[in-house]
Each structure stands twice: as structure tokens, then as C-alpha cells.
């Protein structure tokens, strides 16, 4: 069975202050990482998709990075306005399992 | 060059009603996905579309939930006899298939009183 796990469940940050969201999936035959964004009341925003071990992509303060077991949401220099829930799914094929999310509050 | 919109955005409903969901997906887009979003969790995969036929319902819970995508566009989720277990965000995505990018509409915050 596939498995997504995020960790941690919630982060509160300075802004300013950097960090690094986790996802570590057992996803079987994985053709695809998702990140997404939701805010509260809002349905999920895409970010990001990596297809391979090694690969890597960025989006203004976020870096999305993939391994053959985890995958890291990294960001710089956080301001309030990243306030969300970032979600990880994987595909298998072409449905997504999901990990819970991880909660981000930016303290101004 | 709208996104995935759901109608309605909030469903009020008594145990035992029937309700209909809709989702219009992203012109174009042949894959359309149904997930269930619980509070405090991610989106579960219910049903996969790809044109008017449903590749994949594997995710639906039970025989009271049935999907429906006519002409290989709109898609509408039905429940009968609702429970109140039930209560979620239905969320609807649109993409080009296989492992392409799925795109989230809003959702249907549905609640069974």
C-alpha cells in the first residue's frame, strides 16, 4: 500500500527564519512528487513536481528537492504570506496519496 | 483560461438525504479526479475519469457514492442517503492524465446534520 508521511505536523517560524519541510513516501513505481499549498477554506495550489531522484526545483523563497525516499520542501527566509498547509502526494500511477501536511505559521 | 470550479461551495444536508456535487474541470483537460478532504488530513483518492469513462473507482467508500461524467466534461458526484460520516471537502482536480499535474478547484464543504 502507498504512504506518504510529512513531518513535522506543524512549524512556526520567524519570519526571516529558514527551515525545511520533510516527506518521506513509500509510493510504489513513484512517476511523480506533488507539492502543493492550501490555505484555509481554499483547495490545494499546485507548486511543484519532481520526476527523479537528484531532481530539483525552486519558486521564489521555496525549493522543492527529491531523494529515492524523501522529499524536502525548503524555505528561505520566510515571510507571513507563506502561511499555509503544504501538502506532498505521490503518484504511483495516476492517483495521488497524500501525506497530511505540514502546517506552517511565519511570525512576523 | 478559468480553473476547476465546484458548485456548490457549501451543502448543508440531513442523514438520509440524497446531494449532488459538481465539478466543472479545466478546458481541455481529459483527466478529472474526485478526493475527500477530512479535517486535519490530505485529500483521499476517490474516482478517476479519463474522458466519459471511470478508469478507476476504487476509492469510493461504498455503494452509496456514484460518479458520472456524460460528455467527457462536467462531472457530478452523487450520495445517497447521506451519513453523517460523510461530512467533508470534496475536492475536484482536472489534469492531461497519466502523471501529469493535477489542478484543485475550490471544493464542496458538504455537512450532514
Known amino acids: 500500500e502507498d504512504q506518504v508521511t510529512q513531518s513535522p505536523e506543524a512549524l512556526r517560524l520567524q519570519e526571516g527564519e529558514s527551515s525545511s519541510l520533510n516527506c518521506s513516501y513509500t509510493?510504489?513505481?513513484?512517476?511523480?512528487l506533488f507539492w502543493y499549498r492550501q490555505d484555509p477554506g481554499k483547495g490545494p495550489e499546485f507548486l511543484f513536481t519532481?520526476?527523479?531522484a537528484g531532481e530539483e526545483k525552486e519558486k521564489e523563497r521555496l525549493k522543492a528537492t527529491l531523494t529515492k525516499k524523501e522529499s524536502f520542501l525548503h524555505i528561505t527566509a520566510p515571510k507571513p504570506e507563506d502561511s499555509a498547509t503544504y501538502l506532498c502526494?505521490?503518484?504511483?500511477?495516476?492517483?495521488?496519496?497524500f501525506g497530511k501536511g505540514t502546517k506552517l505559521s511565519v511570525i512576523p | 483560461g478559468a480553473g476547476v470550479s465546484q458548485t456548490p461551495s457549501n451543502k448543508v444536508t440531513e442523514k438520509g438525504k440524497y446531494v449532488e456535487l459538481r465539478c466543472d474541470p479545466i478546458?481541455?483537460?481529459?483527466?478529472l479526479y474526485w478526493y475527500r478532504q477530512s479535517l486535519g488530513q490530505g485529500p483521499e483518492f476517490l474516482i478517476y475519469?479519463?474522458?466519459?469513462?471511470?478508469?478507476?473507482d476504487s476509492g469510493l467508500p461504498n455503494d452509496r457514492f456514484f460518479a458520472v461524467r456524460p460528455e467527457g466534461s462536467v462531472s457530478t458526484l452523487k450520495i445517497q442517503r447521506t451519513e453523517r460520516g460523510d461530512s467533508a471537502v470534496y475536492l475536484c482536480?482536472?489534469?492531461?492524465?497519466?502523471?501529469?499535474?493535477?489542478?484543485f478547484g475550490p471544493g464542496t464543504r458538504l455537512l450532514v446534520l
Open positions: 502526494g505521490g503518484a504511483g500511477s495516476y492517483q495521488l496519496t
Open positions: 478546458s481541455g483537460h481529459t483527466a
Open positions: 509510493v510504489s513505481g513513484l512517476r511523480g
Open positions: 475519469f479519463q474522458g466519459t469513462g471511470a478508469a478507476d
Open positions: 482536480a482536472s489534469g492531461r492524465g497519466g502523471q501529469e499535474t493535477q489542478y
Open positions: 519532481l520526476y527523479s
